[in-house]
C-alpha cells in the first residue's frame, strides 16, 4: 500500500515563509513526477509546481518566483519552499504523485491528505 503524506502546513504573516513536505511511504518500486496542488475556498484545484524524476520543474504564474520546489529520490520525499507569502495563497495544499508500486509494473495517481496554509494580511 503506498501513502502520500504532507506536513509543514499552518499560519503565517503576509511576507512570511513556509516549507511544504510530502513523504511517500509504503510498497514502492518508482517515483515519477511529482507536484503540489492547492484549493482555495470556492475554486477549483489548481497546480502550484511539479518536478520530474530529473529535477525539471514548472510553476504557476502565480507562485513563480516566490516558491520552489524540490525533491530527495534517496528519501521518496518532495518540498515546497514558499517565501513572500500572500493572503491569495491561502488553501488546502496537497501533494500528487506518479507511483509504480512493487510488483504492479503500472503507475498510479496519488494524493495525499492535504494540509492547510492560511495567509494572513
Known amino acids: 500500500q503506498v501513502q502520500l503524506v504532507e506536513s509543514g502546513g499552518g499560519l503565517v504573516q503576509a511576507g512570511g515563509s513556509l516549507r511544504l513536505s510530502c513523504a511517500a511511504s509504503?510498497?514502492?518500486?518508482?517515483?515519477?513526477?511529482m507536484g503540489w496542488y492547492r484549493r482555495a475556498p470556492g475554486n477549483p484545484r489548481e497546480m502550484v509546481a511539479t518536478?520530474?524524476?530529473?529535477?525539471?520543474?514548472n510553476y504557476a504564474g502565480s507562485v513563480k518566483g516566490r516558491f520552489t520546489i524540490s525533491r530527495d529520490n534517496a528519501k521518496n520525499t518532495m518540498y515546497l519552499q514558499m517565501n513572500s507569502l500572500k493572503p491569495g495563497d491561502t488553501a488546502v495544499y496537497y501533494c500528487?504523485?506518479?507511483?509504480?508500486?512493487?510488483?504492479?509494473?503500472?503507475?498510479?495517481?496519488?494524493w495525499g491528505q492535504g494540509t492547510q496554509v492560511t495567509v494572513s494580511s
Open positions: 500528487n504523485a506518479r507511483i509504480v508500486p512493487r510488483a504492479t509494473w503500472s503507475s498510479y495517481n496519488y
Open positions: 509504503g510498497n514502492i518500486f518508482s517515483i515519477d513526477d
Open positions: 518536478i520530474t524524476t530529473g529535477g525539471s520543474t
